[in-house]
């Protein structure tokens, strides 16, 4: 484990914040290529939009509570930079992923 | 209504970007002095964009579809094909790291230099993609109105 001076929730929500953008562009993938998917997306909450936004911030709250309770309470212990990195990365592969999707993939 | 809705949801993500470029700014500058006014910042950030989000949302999805219609049926379809696709999709990530940022700026920046960068970082993308928005959402409206102007 590493020296840092960020607080659980600051490690573990940024984490969470860089999943969920990766999920928010691997689901839009998902529902456009797959109509199965994209109807019962539809079917849950009457619109695909609303059930896509739904799943991506529950999942960024769940992640972040989840993973700040990890090493007995401590959770993750990471650099500020290592931090920033992986929400850097984690924003720009969702927002990738999305932008190249409907450039080329539709 | 539909156009109250819509320029509420333009003036709320406009003072979500203004509040996370002060925080932007603020956290640059970090002293003791400036903590109190950085997370009210955040907070409001935050705030603004949930507001903005909700009202944006609900007119997607109640009042979109005409205006789908007439930019498919216009010259510039890219408008909805490419533009509302993308931001419908980005604009919740834009939502999460505006979340995120009370969250990061909750540590005395003046201090924790760490915690300083993090916000600094945080703040930057969120105004560089809620600038992003702006320029769709501004291709979006003007899909409409050359569709309109068509016909």
């Given at each position: 484990?590493?020296n840092t001076n ?7 929500f940024g984490?969470?914040?860089a999943?969920?953008?990766?999920a928010?562009g ?8 797959s109509?199965p998917?994209m109807?019962?997306?539809?079917r ?7 059930t896509?936004?739904?799943v991506?911030?529950l ?5 972040g ?7 007995g ?7 500020g930079?290592?931090l ?5 990365s ?8 999305i932008?190249g999707?409907?450039l080329i993939g539709d | 209504?539909?156009?109250v809705i819509?320029m509420a949801?333009v ?5 979500c970007?203004?509040?996370s470029?002060w ?5 640059l500058?970090?002293?003791p ?8 910042l955040?907070?409001?950030?935050a705030a ?7 009202i944006?949302?609900y007119w997607?999805v109640v009042?979109?579809?005409s205006?789908?219609a007439i930019?498919?049926k216009?010259p510039?379809?890219?408008?909805h094909?490419?533009f509302m696709e993308?931001?419908e999709?980005?604009?919740i990530?834009?939502l999460m790291?505006?979340?995120y940022l ?9 201090v924790?230099k760490?915690?300083r960068?993090?916000v ?10 809620a600038?992003m ?6 291709i ?5 109105k050359?569709?309109?102007l068509q016909?």
């Amino acid at each position: 484990m590493e020296n840092t001076n960020l607080s659980r929730y600051t490690v573990s929500f940024g984490i969470s914040l860089a999943l969920a953008s990766v999920a928010d562009g691997v689901l839009v993938v998902a529902k456009e290529k797959s109509s199965p998917v994209m109807s019962g997306m539809q079917r849950l909450t009457g619109h695909h939009w609303i059930t896509h936004s739904a799943v991506i911030l529950l999942l960024f709250v769940i992640c972040g509570l989840v993973l700040a309770q990890l090493d007995g309470g401590k959770g993750i212990k990471i650099t500020g930079g290592r931090l920033i990195c992986a929400v850097l990365s984690g924003v720009a592969a969702g927002g990738l992923i999305i932008f190249g999707f409907y450039l080329i993939g539709d | 209504m539909n156009e109250v809705i819509l320029m509420a949801h333009v003036f709320f993500g406009v003072a979500c970007l203004l509040a996370s470029l002060w925080v932007f700014v603020e956290a640059l500058n970090a002293a003791p002095g400036h903590q109190a006014r950085i997370r009210k910042l955040s907070c409001l950030g935050a705030a603004a964009m949930w507001t903005a989000f909700l009202i944006a949302g609900y007119w997607y999805v109640v009042y979109y579809k005409s205006d789908k219609a007439i930019i498919l049926k216009g010259p510039w379809p890219v408008a909805h094909n490419f533009f509302m696709e993308t931001k419908e999709h980005l604009v919740i990530i834009l939502l999460m790291l505006v979340s995120y940022l009370p969250i990061a700026a909750a540590a005395d920046l003046s201090v924790n230099k760490e915690a300083r960068r993090v916000v600094l970082w945080v703040a930057g993308s969120a105004v560089i993609l809620a600038l992003m928005m702006e320029g769709e959402g501004a291709i979006i409206a003007m899909g409409v109105k050359v569709g309109l102007l068509q016909t």
